[in-house]
């Protein structure tokens, strides 16, 4: 068992400088073991050192005990390249005090940069990000001052923009797998998402780097079916097998079977949605469902939508997720990215190959913060850094984008009766902006593609007519004045056939969207 090595002998391999790839997808798939013993080693012998990690999704729980946050040391960091960032606040805080570079590149773009690092390609050629703060016209996708480097490059081909996210050696793989035999072969039975690993894998391998894996257990060679294999033992340097507490499915749970597609659960006893504003805006986004559609439904608000359908009885969804998931039902917080009974769970690149090249029908996402020209930002609020994630991907790509949340934030309260919509309390902050901090969508871009695009909040329905932010429609017993233009600080275009939100939203009985 040459490759089985102590966790120790493992972080001694890494050297001090080197470029990290490393696995994992907020609470799943991340080689957490790895991120331990990387701290471990730094405060105590101060290496490895100056590392630039490259992740697709940022790994964590929003606290210092798991994920990417155990690396979040001044010195351990030289550079962080990194799709999602929401839930590592150890990383932000260094970005945002200008400790270390910081890139924020679309996570889906991320991956598929894996796939073309191991292919020895220039880098990766892309739409994916034009007019939005990735373009290096922008802000080039640079988190802070001390981010110098371009790595993202405007090219015109063929008399068309793309962007070029530039490849670069990469001397170290993180990842994990369940089980592996004595030679490095591993499986993945157990775990939620495959994601990005073996691409990961190759990077590395093809740089002249080192993969180490993680995994439960090492068994004996010729007792894996090698149609399960996901990680072939050609690519693995080293495996280091991992205490239980670091190999956790997810950070919601230890090991949930319904996730890695081993058995199907009841799924169908869903409570329904109180009637707040949550369920009125997830009722008039089901509303904007195509059941031919293939659909993603992003984190935070949108995930309301497929509770709302199933208490409309509506047929089931054919939902996607970022990681990997298809069919099922999307998990939310930590097991975000999983699915409980999915109906296949394939390779992120390949998700995104498919989310690029426009397969999704549908899109409906959050609503963080919306500009006078129906630009939207969920990535950046001054020192808090949430980081594009997949929203990139999905948003510049699918026909269809619908964006959920509500009309301001921070102490909003509403009342729904009567079927009527009543303001108790206005929120302190107004997220109909005059220009929004960062651009996370374009609607330049929007207008070019032809993407039909709706805003859909609590109290007002706003879309995108000819590259024009326009209100449509108004809740009933809301103020046009009062309640919509006076919280704004803007004025939009209003629909000369301006009208009042279906009534059918403000009632306690089920809408009846089957009979529609």
């Known amino acids: ?70 690396l979040g040391h001044e010195g351990l960091l030289k550079r962080i390249i990194g799709g999602h960032w929401g839930l590592i606040h150890k990383l932000q805080k260094l970005v945002f005090e200008n400790k270390v570079e910081g890139y924020n590149l679309p ?39 001390r981010s110098k480097e371009d790595l993202v490059e405007l090219v015109n081909l063929h008399g068309e923009e793309w962007l070029l996210y530039k490849s670069f050696p990469l001397n170290v793989a993180l990842i994990r797998a369940t089980y592996c035999d004595e030679d490095g072969n591993a499986t993945m039975e157990k775990e939620a998402a495959t994601l990005d690993s073996l691409s990961i894998a190759q990077a590395a391998k093809n740089s002249g780097g080192i993969v180490l894996l993680q995994v439960e257990k090492v ?124 109906d296949a769970i394939i390779d992120q690149p390949y998700q995104f190959d498919f989310y690029d090249g426009g397969g999704l029908g549908e899109a409906f996402l959050g609503l963080a913060e919306c500009d006078r020209f129906g630009n939207i930002n969920v990535s950046r609020f001054g020192p808090k850094i949430a ?33 009527k919509l009543n303001i108790l309390q206005e929120g302190r902050v107004k997220k109909f902006k005059q220009d929004v901090e960062q651009i996370t969508f374009s609607a330049e871009y929007a207008k070019e593609t032809g993407q039909k695009v709706l805003y859909i909040t609590e109290r007002a329905v706003f879309e995108l007519i000819d590259g024009v932010l326009t209100l449509t429609e108004i809740a009933p017993g809301v103020d046009l004045e009062k309640d919509v233009l006076g ?12 009208k009042t939100m279906d009534e059918r939203i403000f009632v306690p009985e089920v809408m009846g969207l089957l009979n529609n």
Do not use: W
């Open 387 to 419: 980081g594009c994630g997949g929203f990139i991907n999905i948003t510049q790509t699918s026909p269809v984008v619908v964006y959920c949340g509500t009309f301001t934030a921070g102490g909003l309260k509403v009342e729904v009766k009567d079927g």
């Open 107 to 145: 996570l889906g773009t991320i991956s598929l940069m894996f796939r073309d690092i191991a292919g020895h390609r220039p880098g990766t050629f892309t739409k994916i990000g034009l007019k939005t703060f990735v373009d290096p016209r922008i802000e080039g996708a640079k988190m802070n001052e």
């Open 1 to 70: 068992m040459g490759k089985v090595i102590s966790l120790e002998q493992a972080v001694a391999m890494i050297p001090d400088g080197a470029a990290v790839g490393i696995g994992g997808f907020i609470g799943c798939g991340h080689p957490q073991e790895f991120s331990v013993g990387i701290e471990e080693s730094f405060l105590k012998t101060g290496h490895p050192n100056n590392l630039t990690i490259m992740f697709s999704a940022g790994i964590g729980d929003g606290t210092d005990k798991l994920g990417l946050n155990k």
């Open 487 to 498: 919280q704004m600080e803007f004025k939009p275009a209003i629909a000369e056939n301006l």
């Open 219 to 342: 068994v004996a060679n010729g007792t894996l079916d090698p149609r399960k294999v996901k990680i072939p033992g050609i690519y693995v340097d080293g495996i280091v097998v991992s205490r239980p507490e670091n190999h956790m499915q997810t950070y919601a749970e230890q090991y949930n079977p319904a996730l890695s597609g081993e058995v199907k659960v009841p799924v169908d006893s869903i409570p329904p949605m109180p009637l707040n504003e949550r369920k009125v805006i997830c009722r008039r986004a089901t509303m904007e469902l195509d059941p031919s559609a293939i659909i993603n439904l992003g984190i935070g608000m949108p995930e309301g939508i497929a509770n709302v359908a199933n208490e409309e009885g509506l047929p089931g969804l054919k939902l996607t997720v970022e990681a990997g998931g298809i069919g099922g039902v999307p998990n939310a917080g930590t097991a975000f990215g999983t699915c409980t009974n999915p």
